[in-house]
């Protein structure tokens, strides 16, 4: 079992920045993969950036060159540095890790870009 908890949302502005944060409750070097996903209301949850292995970071082409994932093993924790932040980035940001065949995500963390 992997307890997953994000933190780091707020409100914004447009072209601002946000930095979150998911804390693992086990090591991270053991995931598969970790992931960062949104949801904007009323859409689908989608992939903004992961890594698999600990290998390349994958991006949504709508946040490359913008959104930055990190890790820290030492902390059991990975971040997305958010910066230029649109109006369209407004979502609920997701932690995942996925353990073997196992999924599991965190509570979600608002992300609210609006002058």
């Known amino acids: 079992q992997v307890q997953l908890v994000e933190s780091g949302g707020g409100l914004v502005q447009p072209g601002g920045s946000l930095r979150l944060s998911c804390v693992a409750s086990?090591?991270?070097?053991?995931?598969?993969?970790m992931s960062w996903y949104r949801q904007a209301p009323g859409r689908e949850r989608e992939l903004v950036a992961r890594?698999?292995?600990?290998?390349?970071?994958n991006y949504a082409d709508s946040v490359k060159g913008r959104f930055t994932f990190s890790t820290d093993s030492a902390k059991n924790t990975v971040g997305l540095q958010m910066n230029s932040l649109k109006p369209e980035d407004t979502a609920v940001y997701y932690c995942?890790?996925?353990?073997?065949?196992?999924?599991?995500w965190g509570q979600g963390t608002q992300v609210t870009v609006s002058s």
């Open positions: 995942s890790a996925i353990v073997g065949s196992l999924a599991y």
């Open positions: 086990g090591s991270i070097l053991m995931m598969n993969e």
């Open positions: 890594i698999i292995g600990g290998g390349a970071t």
